[in-house]
């Protein structure tokens, strides 16, 4: 995508707000103001963008032990699997995460990495939105990892300081040891030094032998499992999906078919690496459930190229030229 494309999307991200779209979801349990791209050109723009500055900003990244969110190979249950075994646990949350990550932290943050300040100043020009980096735009969570390196190297030292284990997940950190530890006013030093503050609703600690929680899952048998209640209310729908199909189930959970069905490959998804003889075991008991959560999966990729596809032909017939934001996939703007 050329750079003069780039330069209009930022325009247009600037003069239209309306570009995106901002909704408030229900993420792990914590409602979020997410914010997706209604605009064709700005949603390509930002994937371009991604496959430009992915691998150089990863080379910069620390990859040791601290962060197990939005990396490839890493998610919610290896950042629960570190803490197995200890015997008392710590969590504390990074309050406001993503609101709280500023343009001037993102332009910050790439400087450091080394690169351009025009540059730096150009790439925050479009992927920040009302002043901050948002929750839904596909680089957000690159650089929020970004921004937050220097917790992590907080958070690593302090942890070898203590003899103790640390893990982040976006805005979750977890400490644990085989004593017992207060690590807060420290950890609060080190979050406030980037500019971040603690949310002191959401401290927690205890021990894992009585069932405590880190990223979703639970400590006290050992390996990392989802709470019983979540495998029975993911059995119960999977038998109201075999019975009545997704499309009541979804109205009986108060939500539409696609986000009921995303919900629930979610948590299978879960189930299957953390428990796969009980994934396997629903997937036997529910074979008709399944089918019908593939077909919904697969609708979903077809209505999405078919989307992708009448934008481009729209386009493409238009008797003027194409905006210049736009990079053309279907074969015939080849």
């Known amino acids: 995508m050329r750079l003069s494309a780039l330069q209009e999307i930022a325009q247009r991200l600037r003069a239209h707000p309306a570009a995106v779209h901002s909704r408030h979801l229900l993420i792990r349990g914590k409602k979020r103001l997410v914010h997706t791209p209604r605009d064709e050109g700005l949603r390509q723009a930002l994937v371009a963008l991604v496959g430009c500055i992915e691998l150089p900003i990863a080379t910069t990244m620390r990859r040791d032990e601290i962060a197990h969110g939005y990396i490839p190979g890493r998610s919610a249950y290896t950042n629960a699997r570190c803490h197995v075994g200890a015997t008392w646990v710590q969590r504390l949350d990074i309050k406001n995460f993503f609101p709280s990550i500023s343009a001037a932290h993102v332009e910050a943050a790439l400087t450091e990495a080394g690169m351009g300040e025009d540059a730096a100043r150009f790439i925050v020009a479009f992927t920040t939105f009302g002043g901050s980096l948002p929750l839904g735009f596909i680089p957000s969570p690159l650089l929020s990892n970004l921004v937050a390196t220097n917790i992590d190297i907080g958070l690593l030292r302090l942890a070898r300081e203590r003899g103790l284990c640390v893990t982040r997940y976006a805005d979750d ?30 401290m927690s600690a205890g021990t894992p032998r009585n069932g405590f929680r880190v990223t979703g899952y639970v400590l006290s048998t050992g390996d990392p499992r989802l709470p019983r209640h979540v495998k029975r209310e993911t059995r119960q729908d999977l038998y109201s999906v075999e019975r009545i199909g997704i499309t009541e189930q979804a109205k009986h959970r108060g939500r539409t078919p696609q986000s009921f069905g995303r919900r629930l490959l979610a948590r299978l998804g879960s189930i299957r690496q953390s428990e796969p003889l009980v994934y396997e075991r629903m997937r036997s008991d529910f074979p008709l459930a399944f089918e019908r959560l593939d077909a919904l999966r697969e609708s979903a990729r077809v209505t999405r190229e078919q989307k992708s596809a009448r934008l481009e032909r729209e386009l493409l017939s238009m008797p003027t030229a194409a905006p210049a934001y736009y990079t053309p996939l279907h074969p015939a703007g080849r």
Do not use: M, P, Q, Y
Not at 176 to 191: K, N, P, Q, R
């Open 173 to 202: 950190i977890t400490l644990s040891g085989e004593e017992l530890f207060d690590c807060h006013d420290d950890v609060a030093t080190i979050v406030g030094e980037s500019g971040f503050a603690l949310n002191l609703a959401k």
